[in-house]
T-cell receptor
Framework: EDQVTQSPEALRLQEGESSSLNCSYTVSGLRGLFWYRQDPGKGPEFLFTLYSAGEEKEKERLKATLTKKESFLHITAPKPEDSATYLCAVFYNQGGKLIFGQGTELSVKP | DTEVTQTPKHLVMGMTNKKSLKCEQHMGHRAMYWYKQKAKKPPELMFVYSYEKLSINESVPSRFSPECPNSSLLNLHLHALQPEDSALYLC????????????FGQGTRLTVV
């Protein structure tokens, strides 16, 4: 069964404490993996697209990496404003269907 | 500019009402989507339009009726909704239907009373 699993479900960090979020997937024919950030009551904000194993993308304190079975979102020296739910989603062989993971709720305390 | 605009931001409607949600993008994207999101859950795909034609309908009840009048606009017509339909409704667009990132609007918070 095609599935996207994110871990942990919730993560509490102190400001400056680096960590990683995980997104593992079991889909046939991955065509693209996407990371989004979502604030409460708002729409998801696009962060990164990854297409092939070994690919890496960076933006400010965030770095996304992709292997054949999972993706990581590394957060370096997070700040309170990084607090949000982070969603990963995959396109697989059947175009047009984004499968979302359940999300990781990140809280960064000052 | 990666803006997708949704109106209204909030909507309260009775179970016998008819209302419409609107979505607009001016990025030249040819694929547009409707998603439904319940609290603490990920977005669930409802409909996909590609080049103004309905390409995917995820077995959504007929009380939800999508419409794509042109390449920039997407509507979702609502009729005889149930309280369990209360949710955040998200519109998104992407360059094409295949494997490109989707950009989301801020959503319409719908409450059915």
């Amino acid at each position: 069964e095609d599935q996207v699993t994110q871990s942990p479900e919730a993560l509490r960090l102190q400001e400056g404490e680096s960590s990683s979020l995980n997104c593992s997937y079991t889909v046939s024919g991955l065509r693209g993996l996407f990371w989004y950030r979502q604030d409460p009551g708002k729409g998801p904000e696009f962060l990164f697209t990854l297409y092939s194993a070994g690919e890496e993308k960076e933006k400010e304190r965030l770095k996304a990496t992709l292997t054949k079975k999972e993706s990581f979102l590394h957060i370096t020296a997070p700040k309170p404003e990084d607090s949000a739910t982070y969603l990963c989603a995959v396109f697989y062989n059947q175009g047009g269907k984004l499968i979302f993971g359940q999300g990781t709720e990140l809280s960064v305390k000052p | 500019d990666t803006e997708v605009t949704q109106t209204p931001k909030h909507l309260v409607m009775g179970m016998t009402n008819k209302k419409s949600l609107k979505c607009e993008q001016h990025m030249g994207h040819r694929a547009m989507y409707w998603y439904k999101q319940k609290a603490k859950k990920p977005p669930e795909l409802m409909f996909v339009y590609s080049y103004e034609k309905l390409s995917i309908n995820e077995s959504v009840p007929s009380r939800f009726s999508p419409e794509c009048p042109n390449s920039s606009l997407l509507n979702l017509h609502l009729h005889a909704l149930q309280p369990e339909d209360s949710a955040l409704y998200l519109c998104a667009s992407s360059q094409s239907w295949t494997y490109t990132e989707a950009f989301f609007g801020q959503g319409t918070r719908l409450t059915v009373v």
